[in-house]
């Protein structure tokens, strides 16, 4: 409500988590100035974390049936260890770490089948489509869930069916807060190295010496 007018023209894109009460006030601007045409967009890092956590909530429960079901030894080599890599995508894995997944996912099919799930939307993010082109794909990769009849991805699945619309206009201007997001826990980590600065001017010259200084200081 601070933007001053002048400059609502300027508004394209609202770029925001799938919480109900950035949404409505989002909603709640858009009614009370009609001339602003803009986008409202889910961002990308919020519906990864979405989704990636209906994986990992599958992952636990397979890994504790695992190991009340297998012998400690055979438990120890199948699935010590696989937590992290479990949660780094395919592609960023090295050969030994996917020979490790190959082990793992013979015990345990339903993973194996949720964690492809995954890495295919993860990759549908990652593609250079249209918005019409990731919103068809998004839809095709929910059928293919629901035919797969794996239930761990239900929370998120109810989540695209609510708000599909503003999680396909990512794909228009692929805008995220991505940005904001980092400049936020940067700041936070300044104010905590520091044990909290008393003066605004203080605040952004470190601020300027964290994000420019290693390149104008450091040869």
Not at 38 to 51: E, L, N, P, Q
Request: charged share 30%; with cysteine.
């Amino acid at each position: 409500m601070t933007i001053p007018r002048r400059l609502h023209a300027t508004i394209h894109t609202f770029c925001t988590d799938m919480w109900d009460g950035y949404l409505g006030a989002i909603a709640d601007f858009l009614t009370a100035h009609p001339q602003v045409e803009a986008k409202v967009v889910i961002d990308r890092f919020h519906v990864a974390r979405s989704y990636r956590d209906d994986f990992d909530t599958l992952r636990m429960q397979e890994l504790r049936r695992l190991r009340r079901e297998l012998p400690e030894a055979t438990y120890q080599e199948v699935c010590h260890g696989l937590h992290w890599v479990l949660r780094h995508n395919y592609d960023n894995l090295d050969e030994d770490d996917k020979v490790r997944l190959r082990r793992l996912f013979h015990y345990t099919p339903r993973l194996h089948q949720a964690y492809t799930l995954r890495e295919e939307l993860t990759a549908i993010f990652n593609l250079d489509l249209s918005l019409t082109q990731g919103r068809q794909r998004l839809q095709k990769w929910a059928a293919k869930v629901k035919r797969a009849a794996l239930t761990c991805f239900d929370k998120f699945l109810k989540s695209l069916h609510n708000h599909l619309d503003e999680i396909a206009n990512y794909f228009d201007k692929r805008a995220s807060s991505g940005f904001v997001e980092g400049l936020n826990n940067k700041l936070k980590t300044i104010t905590r190295r520091s044990y909290g600065l008393k003066r605004v001017d203080s605040l952004f010259r470190r601020l300027w010496l964290d994000l420019n200084g290693y390149r104008h200081f450091i040869a």
